[in-house]
């Protein structure tokens, strides 16, 4: 081999494997317990191998959604697979190029591939529709009504331009499986419970797994987003 080949590929299998040491949070599934994994939870894995440039580029990305996601009590895992060591996984999963990210729904091995832009907007909305596509399955078709309790609003599409144009309002979009958002919950109900007799301000709250043209309309890009809403608009 060339020796300049020799020594690039070298220093690119050292880089590539201290920033796989700096990635705590990303879970990583090898052949022998991969397909038991995947089995549990929704998953959304990364195909990649370390000498690959653009996996090291998207490495930092994949592993901020990991620490965001990887909760114990969250409804998805983030997780990677090494197609250089465990090859094959990935000749399995028909994995052709790097990196490939596919998406598995809790009970189908039947990877759906992410093919839009590598970013956390892109990915946090390509997680959305997923996890939304398998609610939608499982449950029939009716209206949700405006939900209000302990001074909670649940605003959905039909109620929620009514309910903000005017007076002041503190929003808090969130997704039902983001860890930081279930931590959040019971310090928002508390704030509702306290402001609910106050005429002043609403405490509310959008799903934006169910509402996603409310949280595009107000550019949410991450989970919990608050916003506070006076007449209609965002400040």
């Known amino acids: 081999m060339n020796i300049f080949l020799l020594v690039l590929s070298y220093f690119l299998y050292v880089s590539a494997s201290a920033q796989e040491q700096e990635e705590v949070h990303t ?6 317990n991969f397909s038991d994994e995947i089995a549990k939870k929704n998953h959304f894995v990364m195909f990649y191998a370390p000498w690959c440039v653009h996996c090291q580029k998207f490495s930092p990305q994949w592993e901020q959604l990991a620490e965001m996601l990887n909760e114990d009590d969250s409804d998805i895992k983030i997780a990677k697979v090494d197609c250089s060591t465990d090859s094959k996984v990935c000749l399995k999963e028909d994995i052709t190029g790097y990196p490939t990210l596919k998406f598995y729904k809790l009970g189908d091995s039947n990877g ?5 832009t590598r970013d956390l907007p892109s990915l946090t909305n390509f997680i959305n529709e997923q996890l939304r596509e398998g ?3 499982d449950q029939e078709s009716e209206e949700v009504p405006q939900v209000m309790k302990h001074g909670l609003v649940e605003l959905t599409e039909k109620t ?9 309002h503190f929003v808090k979009f969130y997704a039902p499986w983001c860890g930081y958002c279930q931590k ?7 704030l509702a419970r306290s402001y609910q007799d106050n005429n002043d301000v609403t405490i ?5 797994t169910q509402e996603r043209k409310i949280c ?15 007449n209609g608009k965002k400040v």
């Open 27 to 32: 879970i990583k599934y090898t052949n022998i």
């Open 112 to 116: 759906i591939k992410f093919r839009g």
């Open 135 to 137: 609610d939608e399955k």
């Open 160 to 168: 929620f331009e009514s309910h903000v144009a005017t007076g002041n």
């Open 184 to 190: 959040l919950a019971p310090t928002w109900e508390e």
């Open 204 to 208: 509310a709250k959008v799903d934006c």
């Open 216 to 230: 595009d309309k107000f550019e949410v890009k991450g989970y919990p987003t608050l916003l506070w809403i006076e």
